[in-house]
């Protein structure tokens, strides 16, 4: 029996403890994280544009009314159910209403697609940041090996010529694009080989963003102080240095004109909400799992409405430091600005690389706008690996909470992201990418998600019993609109909008002329349906294993957990929370 005991005090002394959960080391960490994962590209190479697309100032009427209906209802929803249940992306779902356990399980596979494809645009930014470190930009001459016969340089001496004519020439920007970044095939159908000095840079990049987030919000909220603040002086010096350039006041009249005529238009309406959901990052599971390493405490839904200024106001200034440059380029080259206005990868890697060509110190702006980019796209990177790993660890706590064990699978990830990203940076890669982007991530996935999330915390957890669950974690109860945004406004405009995706729906196109082949389309819908359908599979799967009657089943599957904060079991029971004590509100204001 001694013996027997002493065995046993062996093994326990032996088998690891499962670490602690983790949390923010301080406030500021989780907001710098936070916004390095909503103030992405989307605010830089695509806000401005829109803009300038949709009515200029009049595009901010349909952007404001999507963001105060669906983005800031569903980025508090989001921030406040990971504080409230400190679970992540998965999790987070199974506590409140295990029905809708799916929703989770999408979100996360959504995030490794996104991984594994927005990463290639950091790559591209390297490359370009490394070629930047030259006494001559390389995609400001003719003189190298990738440039053709038809090669011309602009550099705004001539305003007679246009730098996308004559026909039969093109510009050392475009070339150094095409044949030296991209080295882009006839199509899909030929992919090509792999480009291994993307390959490497690709590595590299991996590397980095493996050891700035494997210990979890310790390192992660340590890498935001550099990665959320930097961009930020970036943007800064560019938009000082634009607004004093000669045509810059030509840029920004285009960039903010309002033409109300344009609200007619539905696209106009289709294209305020889809940013609001591209840059607010909502129904992805990255604020569910970032909020959950809060104090319960903490008052979420003041931080909420912080961040969603800070976001949608990052987006207004980018506009100017981006269209005060495009001014300058269209003023130099003796074309209209609309000439040279793009969204996207045409922004950043044709339009402004030809801008900052016709600058003094080009190199210097270069490297500014790229390390810009860089980070903008780590930072998103960063969240969206944490919040897979929060999410899988908070399923297998007791196993992946030992040890190494978390590292490892975060490496197996970043490894498996990496072997993936290879066919991303192959001659035709680019196909693929845009694949990825109309299919897996695009707007009508994000709707689809919001309609579910609404759905089941307004109706089936109950929007005023989660109202008094975030009232007993800030003190004081929220703005009524908020939760008739859950009920009823969010659902049906996230609804109207989907509809009218559908509506429109128009095979994709590569540059509006390549046609994919039968089996690509195949291979989009497959990856689209490979997320969202986890949502129904899951529900099914809930109501099989239950116990019961099917009604009984349902009712059981549509119940929060017993070990909530503040759990309610009772279908009629949302009795009052226990009020705040001074000392709480006190704690909570600080």
Known sequence: ????????????????????????????????????????????????????????????????????????????????????TSQGGITCWTKICPLFEGLGYASQVIIVYGSITYIVIIVWAFLYLLSAFSLELPWASCKN???????????????????????????????????????????MESLGGVRWDLALILLLVWIIVYFCIWKGVKSTGKAAYFTATF?????????????TLPGAADGIHYYMYPNVSRLADPQVWMDAGTQIFYSYA?????????????????????????LCLLNSGTSFVSGFAIFSVLGHMAKEQGVDISVVAESGPGLVFIVYPQAVTLLPWSQFWAVCFFTMIILLGLDSQFVGLESIMTSVTDVFPSVLRRG????????????????????????GGLYIIQLFDHYVCSGATLLFLAICQSVAMGWVYGAERFYKNIQDMIGYRPWPMVKYCWLYVTPSICLGTFIFFLIRYSPLRFNNIYVYPWWAYGLGWFL???????????MIYKLYKGKGTIQERLQVACNPT?????????????????????????????
């Open 1 to 84: 029996m001694v013996g027997s005991s002493n065995r046993r005090m062996r093994i326990q002394q032996t088998t690891p403890i499962p670490q602690e959960r983790g949390a923010w080391a301080s406030k500021l960490e989780f907001i710098l994280t936070v916004a390095g994962a909503i103030v992405g590209l989307g605010n830089v190479w695509r806000f401005p544009y829109l803009c300038y697309k949709n009515g200029g100032g009049a595009f901010f009427i349909p952007y404001v009314l999507y963001l105060v209906t669906c983005g800031i209802p569903l980025f508090i929803l989001e921030i406040s159910l990971g504080q409230y």
């Open 145 to 187: 090996a990738w440039n053709t016969d038809a090669c011309i340089v602009y550099d705004g001496k001539n305003s007679s010529l246009n730098w996308t004519s004559p026909l039969n020439a093109s510009s050392s920007v475009m070339e150094f694009w095409r044949h030296r970044v991209l080295h882009l095939s006839t199509g």
């Open 528 to 538: 689209a349906s490979s997320s969202l359908s986890l949502i129904p599979i899951t």
């Open 231 to 243: 961009p930020y002086v970036t943007l800064l010096v560019l938009l000082l240095r634009g607004v």
């Open 282 to 306: 909502i129904c992805l599971g990255y604020l569910s799992s970032l909020g959950s390493y809060n104090n319960y405490y903490n008052n979420c839904y003041r931080d909420s409405f912080y």
């Open 562 to 590: 017993d070990d909530l904060p503040q759990s309610q079991r009772d279908s009629a029971g949302h009795c009052p929370l226990p009020p705040f004590t001074e000392g709480e509100k006190r704690s909570n204001n600080l």
């Open 404 to 427: 190494y064990r978390r590292e490892l699978l975060l490496l197996a990830l970043c490894l498996f992201c990496y072997l993936m990203g290879l066919f991303m940076i192959t001659e």
